[in-house]
Nanobody, 122 residues
Framework: QVQLVESGGGLVQAGGSLRLSCAAS????????MGWYRQAPGKQRELVAA???????NYADSVKGRFTISRDNAKNTVYLQMNSLKPDDTAVYYC????????????????WGQGTQVTVSS
């Protein structure tokens, strides 16, 4: 069974950096777009950054120039390097991937990680 396993969250002071990782386990057949979303208390989940298998990226305006998304297709892993963190970046960060499994080659499904807390103190 395919799962997304996240790591790398934590507590950091404003201006600091964190790196999130998300690996797809269970040997998926293929992975299309991968991305990171976040949800702060009382707010809707929002897209932070996304990346295609070929490396094309898309960022939320609020993180452009500070966050960098990357992926290692051989390891089925996506990363989010977060620099110059601000208190407004505090949220639970979720990994997302569009995955085709060996059990259902005709369907692309959305998978989500369990979420990792990022807290930025002022």
């Amino acid at each position: 069974q395919v799962q997304l396993v996240e790591s790398g969250g934590g507590l950091v002071q404003a201006g600091g950096s964190l790196r999130l990782s998300c690996a797809a386990s269970g040997s998926p057949f293929s992975i299309n777009a991968m991305g990171w979303y976040r949800q702060a208390p009382g707010k809707q989940r929002e897209l932070v950054a996304a990346i295609t298998p070929g490396g094309s990226t898309n960022y939320a305006d609020s993180v452009k120039g500070r966050f960098t998304i990357s992926r290692d297709n051989a390891k089925n892993t996506v990363y989010l390097q977060m620099n110059s963190l601000k208190p407004d970046d505090t949220a639970v960060y979720y990994c997302n991937a569009e995955i085709t499994t060996w059990f259902n080659l005709e369907t692309v499904q959305d998978y989500w990680g369990q979420g990792t807390q990022v807290t930025v103190s002022s």
